[in-house]
């Protein structure tokens, strides 16, 4: 028996399909691999620079992030430096207190991550709660597609051609044998 056309169309477009997701599901998550200083550490000085490394390399024209103290007061309006994955933050921190690193951040895959990491200069009783996070301000551009987005709506556009092709196509009319 041979095999019939639609049923290679329909394994070709299945096969396709599968390839072009098989990537987001191996892709590592988006996150912040490390802070310079780490969440939630006790300093004895305070730093003159706060690093944050992410896993996936950083787009730098909407990528920004602030150090803040307890009572909201941004603490350095130097630009930060983006460099592949990570982001230097000048700081200029005069005494002991709690502070807030706050980031909102674009992956040059266009995925944006926002957050935060806190640090306290002498006590550990300075260090700002954890359940009282900073509002991040985003600047979000919807109007950009990212290529994960463009592939998966590439192959959904192939996966829907093909079945317009199948319903369109003529199935073969089986003649009907009479008993009579």
Do not use: C
């Not at 988006?30 to 939630?40: S, W």
């Amino acid at each position: 028996m041979k095999w019939p056309a639609r049923h290679t169309a329909a394994v070709v477009i299945a096969t396709l399909s599968f390839a072009a997701f098989l990537p987001v599901v191996l892709e590592k998550p988006v996150r912040l691999d490390t802070a310079a200083p780490a969440d939630r550490a006790v300093l004895a000085a305070p730093p003159s620079t706060v690093t944050l490394t992410f896993t996936h390399d950083l787009d730098e024209r909407d990528t920004h992030a602030t150090t803040v103290d307890a009572s909201g007061r941004v603490m350095d309006r130097r630009t930060p430096v983006v460099e592949g994955r990570s982001i230097t933050l000048p700081v200029t921190i005069d005494g002991t207190g709690g502070y807030r690193v706050v980031y909102h951040v674009r992956l040059v895959d266009g995925a944006e991550l926002s957050g935060e990491t806190a640090f306290a200069v002498g006590d550990a009783g300075l260090l700002p709660p954890a359940d009282r996070p900073v509002e991040v301000s985003a600047h979000h551009d919807i109007t950009k597609i990212d290529p994960v987005t463009a592939v998966v709506l590439g192959a959904n556009v192939v996966v829907i051609a093909g079945i317009g092709v199948q319903l369109i196509r003529r199935r073969r009319v089986r003649p009907v044998i009479s008993t009579d």
